[in-house]
């Protein structure tokens, strides 16, 4: 694909998203719905055939004369966070589009398949569930899922579905929409989520492994209301239990980091109860989120024991109670060895730097390799992390990812 022609679909899915001071396309609505016709549009242009599956995710197929190997998937997603970057998700898809339009333009005839997937409804914001379109394609939703509400619209989950020519009667059977075993390769481009590259200079890096994730949205710590002159030992502070709590868990971070061990700790929410909070008041109530990353199902299991005795620990010495509460969890993904050494190989042969690294974000490739797909990925350089304004991937950067896929591709590196 030409870099005019990239850069023109990097400007249709900004234009369709434009939200000052930054870009929003709702899942399972309107600008997500714009951004899968722009791209459906641009691959029947390239001969692509379309198709939704029940999920309504958005599949390009550009067909083999005569497949000779299970189907190569190149995807990612087009919704965004509330006034969040252009590039999360959306470069990935494009980079497909371009793929194909390399190996067209080499005169390669694909010895298998090579679709392109637009998935739906990866960001986590709109129904407290992340990797939603991936889920559905690879049954991975978790149960109660098509019952959660949208962030805006309050539509469940099934009935957002509906609307956009998906079937949730068929992802109720929970049985995955298609084989993974029948899956060649998942390959997938995704702006890097920390400034690695910049650091490093290189254009893209090869990764080696998505974070999992365990998730507690409403952790509630209680203890006793109390008025503010009240003596140091008489108190049962909810708030200052949620600061030894939440600096115990930064510790733990440190500690494992510093063995080698990467992990992270996201604390969202944080707060006294908005209704009662007061001056000069002790809180006995406390309310907070967590995110824990690991990169292995061994090392997350692993963090989970560690966070329940850090919890106890805290509500001992605090005299509170900390409830956990409701939990979610996205398995981890290994990248696949295979695949990284094809990547890596055709990376060095086309002259651009890759180095390894590991993916700071859960992506819709977890899902691939945690059901036994092969899969890969490349990370773009981009200065200023994503989920906001200002994210910043060059084209030319995006190209030479693309470059890297369609040389792989087509030397049967992948």
Known sequence: MSADLVQRLLDGVAEIGADAPGITREAYGRGENLAHALIAEAGAALGMQASLDAGA?????????????????????????????NFDGAAGVIAGLGVVQALQAQGVAPKRDIEVLALRCEEAVWFGLGLIGSRCLLARLPEGALDLRHARTGLTLAESIAACGGNPARLREGTPLRDPKAMGAYLEAHIEQAPQLIEAGAPLAICLANPGNVRHPFIRIAGEDAHTGLPHRFRRDAALAGADFSLALEQLWLAEEAAGRPMAVTIGRFHTPAAKHSLTAVSGDFEMSLDLRGYSADHLAALEGALQRIAAEVAARRGVSIVLGERSAAAPGPMDPRLIAGLSAAAAASGIAAPHLNSPGSHDAN??????????????????????????MDTPDLMAAIAVMARAIAENHV
Do not use: C, Y
């Open 367 to 392: 899902n691939f390799a945690a059901s036994g797909v092969p899969t890969a990925m490349l990370l773009v350089r981009n200065q200023n992390g994503s989920h906001n304004p200002h994210e910043a």
């Open 57 to 85: 995710n958005l599949n390009l197929r550009w067909a083999a004369k005569s497949a000779e190997a299970p189907p190569i998937l190149i995807g990612s997603h087009l919704d965004s966070v509330v006034q969040g970057g």
